[in-house]
């Protein structure tokens, strides 16, 4: 992938559009994997590293008609069987090919609540494009339709066009429901809950809402504005928000239910503490977490220096360590922020790294060094606990371990010192310690993350959970697949309740 | 959003505050902490002590010295303002039992936090020996409230223009020194007061208590900015503390990462302070 400009690939849609228009519905299988796949128009990687604008810039209208006619149509619909939310992606694609960007759009938010961001972070390369006919056709799954980018884009067409329709909401059932957490997960239970009409009331610790969305990824892969757009739409559907209130301290779980009466809780509290590497010197003035690094970006703004108060550090020459999407953003955040080098280390080689390719090309793009099959060792300080720099160590790729990816082994004696006055250590993170620290009676695993049965309950009433918080560090797709799934059982949890009441009224009646 | 219902100058760069928390109020529990911000687009999150509460106001008091462009901002408030973001009570709360004799020593700013916690202690039936050290006699804070609960108080002044002319770890250790030395030693103040009361009591195996207040940023485990070296193994403060043993906390550490921003900090301070000065100029 090279870069090419957003008026270039418009261009080159607008002579393509002529072309195919008419034959839309007409083209051969054979014809329509001969399409060419569209780019996606990006900003110039030299102009973007200095800016927290999207780097994505979105399909053009051409754009999106033509990559939709790629699609076959085809009977399998594999596509659809590996989206956790099992939107109906050929019928919605069809519509874009059509012209009919209103259409897709109702087709998309009869499953999902949140296109704008999942068409935006959602790893559609393992899930519903991994399977795609035409991907297979082509032998490479790169080549497969783009369904992600045509998601996002009749998400932003909605927007844009400001054709926002509110879901029905039934009327009120004198049911409460506490939402804890506004991650992905927990918005979906909300939005879910809310449309039976039970009265829904979020708890978020942070002054803000979204979650890992918010304070995570950052500005420049998934806008605010966005994240801000959709919980307006949760506002609107008079949702209750309370910010600033932390479960388990500021009220104790268990008192939601028994003093506040809420007759279901959902706990969507996300991943939280942060791993480190155990090595010497991680304690050092310069070492951060990836979270604690991208918080102080994103949340509390460190991009605009004049204006927000959070500190952080400026950088000349930073290390990331890990491989992952968290990484991925750390390193090209840092490069934002001011940095001049910015070195991705990695245990094993660019095959085996977790990000996303996308966002790993995007990384290079904007000029991130990757170093493979390299780890740190030890970080150095000065007199002042500040870092200068890092001891590293290299590996070499030894026999497949337990997930059949090659094992790195380190290469003795190959020790080496990198310049480095900044270490972002970006390799995981254990479960949020809250909840269980303060409801010993809610059952964990070993690492802390909330242990739920088929229908996302805990081993309390009244209590669900889902998201990073059972499953440990995963994605926004299943962490709202999983809220998507509490929200039903509570919803038939009490319907069955609202049944029992009506009928024990009923015989008082008699 | 939380509002200020009453005010107080303690000494020159100290105030009082208390803030309608009702929430906060009820749960609250010795040695907790809130979060707030004084702006909540561009502010930093900041945590205090909680010094008291109130249910039935529904109050909390909070105190604190004006070091930083926040607490500067901050004192700059006035009842009837509100807080947009106040966020709490946070960490673990202070183990209270009987333990016998129980030595509270407060340094400065560090006597807030200290009240509740000896109060409680006192509460349960412990003999409290109370210490407070301040630089100067006008530095001194809550000297009435602390007499009220100690069985013993000892005042200490850097300059010895009030109680003793010591620091603090002077009469810590002659109390450990005595036939029946203490069963249990809470220190709270500057880091380095923290430090030395741990040094002081070692060799004498005293249990010793400290509460450490680092920089944070959530409060909830998410960040990892908050972490301390504790026996050689990384444990956060905002959910495994504040409260941990003085014996095994790497202060060096722990200050170093305390004063990461200090540069940056009083270059936004000094900002901060000019540019509301001359507006205040301009109003005038
Ligand atoms: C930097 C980064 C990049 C990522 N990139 C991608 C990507 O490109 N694609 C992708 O699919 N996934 C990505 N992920 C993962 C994805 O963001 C998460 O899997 C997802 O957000 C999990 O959602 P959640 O709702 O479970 O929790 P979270 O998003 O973690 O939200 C939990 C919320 O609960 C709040 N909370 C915690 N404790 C309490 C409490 N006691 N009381 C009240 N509130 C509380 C937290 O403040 C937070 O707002 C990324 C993650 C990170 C960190
Ligand atoms: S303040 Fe973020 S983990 Fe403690």
Redesign the pocket.
């Known amino acids: 992938m090279s870069y090419h400009s957003l008026e270039e690939l418009s261009a080159q849609a607008k002579e393509l559009i002529v072309e195919y228009v008419d034959k839309c519905d007409s083209l051969k299988p054979k014809e329509r994997t001969q399409i060419p796949a569209q780019e996606m128009p990006t900003q110039d990687p030299l102009i973007r590293r200095t800016n927290l604008e999207e780097v994505a810039i979105g399909f053009s209208e051409d754009q999106a008609r033509i990559e939709a006619m790629r699609c076959l149509q085809c009977v399998k619909k594999n596509c659809v069987q590996d989206c956790p939310v099992n939107i109906d992606i050929p019928a919605f694609v069809n519509k874009i090919a059509h012209g009919d960007f209103e259409g897709a759009a109702q087709i998309i938010k009869q499953t999902t609540l949140l296109p704008a961001i999942c068409g935006r ?3 559609q390369e393992t899930q519903c494009q991994l399977h795609c006919a035409v991907g297979k056709a082509l032998k490479d799954v790169e080549k497969s339709v783009a369904i992600g980018r045509l998601e996002r884009f009749i998400a932003d067409w909605e927007r844009k066009n400001g054709k926002k329709v509110l879901p029905k909401i039934k009327p009120p059932t004198g049911k409460k429901i506490a939402v ?7 918005l979906v239970v909300a939005a879910d809950c809310k449309r039976e009409g039970h009265h829904v009331t979020i ?4 002054h803000r ?10 500005e420049f ?1 998934l806008p605010n504005d966005i994240i801000d757009h959709e919980i307006e739409t949760l506002s609107q559907m008079g949702v209750e928000i309370k910010t600033n ?5 500021t009220r104790k779980l268990i008192d939601l239910i028994e003093k506040d009466k809420y007759d279901a809780v959902f706990v ?5 503490l942060p791993m480190f590497m155990g090595i010497e010197g991680e304690n050092l003035v310069g070492v951060f977490s ?2 604690e690094y ?1 918080t102080r970006a994103n949340l509390m703004r460190a991009f605009e220096k004049e204006k927000a108060d959070t500190p952080i550090i400026s950088s000349k020459k930073v290390a990331v360590l890990g491989g992952g ?2 990484a991925m ?2 390193a090209r955040m840092a490069k934002r922020l001011g940095a001049d080098n910015v070195y991705v280390i990695y245990r094993r080689t660019e095959n085996e790294m977790p990000a ?1 390719k996308e ?1 790993a090309v995007h990384a290079k793009e904007e000029g991130i060094e990757f170093h493979f099959l390299e780890n740190a060792k030890r970080i150095i300080g000065d007199e002042h606990g500040c870092v200068t720099g890092m001891e590293c160590v290299r590996f070499e790729l030894g026999e497949p371990d337990e997930s059949g990816r090659r094992r790195p082994v380190e290469i003795k004696s190959s020790e080496f010192i990198v310049d480095v006055d900044t270490v972002i250590v970006a390799i995981g ?1 254990g479960s ?1 310690p ?2 269980s620290q303060t409801t010993p009676q809610i059952q964990v695993n070993k690492w802390g993350n909330v242990l739920v049965d088929k229908t996302q309950k805990t081993s309390l009433d009244k209590v669900f959970a ?4 059972v499953l440990g ?7 709202m697949g999983e ?1 998507r799934r509490a929200a039903a059982s509570i919803n038939s949890m009490l319907a069955l309740e609202r049944e029992t009441e009506k009928a024990v009224k009923n015989s008082y009646a008699l | 959003m939380n509002k200020i219902i009453y005010k107080e100058q303690l000494s020159k760069d100290v105030f009082l505050m208390g803030i309608d928390a009702p929430l906060i109020a009820e749960e609250r529990q010795p040695g907790q902490f809130i979060i707030l911000q004084t702006d909540d687009d561009y502010g930093e999150r900041i945590p205090l002590t909680i010094a008291d509460a109130d249910i039935e106001e529904g109050s909390i008091t909070i105190i604190f010295q004006v070091v930083g462009k926040t607490t500067t901002e901050l004192s700059l408030m006035e009842v009837g303002d509100y807080l947009p973001a106040f966020v709490g009570p946070l960490g673990k709360p202070t183990h209270i039992k009987n333990f016998g004799h129980v030595v509270c020593v407060a340094g400065g700013i560090g006597v807030a936090p200290m009240h509740p916690i000896a109060q409680a202690l006192k509460k349960v039936g412990n003999f409290v020996t109370i210490i407070i050290g301040a630089r100067t006699k006008d530095l001194l804070i809550l000297e009435n409230k602390m007499k009220n609960i100690a069985d013993e108080l000892i005042i200490c002044t850097d300059d010895g223009s009030y109680g003793r002319k010591a620091l603090v770890t002077e009469p810590l250790k002659e109390l450990c020194e005595r036939n029946k030395k203490p069963e249990m030693v809470i220190a709270i103040g500057p880091p380095v007061m923290m430090k030395y009361c741990s040094i002081t009591t070692k060799p004498y195996e005293v249990f010793t208590q400290v509460s450490l207040n680092t920089i944070m940023v ?1 409060g ?1 485990g ?1 960040c990892g900015g908050c972490r301390v070296s504790i026996n050689n193994e990384t444990k956060f403060v905002c959910v495994d503390g504040p409260e941990f043993d003085g014996h095994q906390v790497d202060f060096d550490n722990m200050i170093a990462r305390l004063n990461s921003y200090k540069n940056i900090e009083r270059q936004k301070q000094k900002c901060f302070v000019e540019k509301t000065f001359k507006a205040k100029e301009g109003v005038l």
């Open positions: 972070v959602c790893p804890v957490g506004s991650g992905p997960a927990g708890f978020e610790a942070f809402l979204g979650g890992v969305l918010r304070y995570g990824i950052p892969r209130f932390v479960v388990g301290r969507g509290t996300g991943a939280g990836a979270n991208l999407n968290v953003d750390s996303r966002e993170n949020n809250l909840i889902g998201g990073d918080i560090a995963a994605t926004v797709i299943l962490a809220g | 959530d909830t998410m």
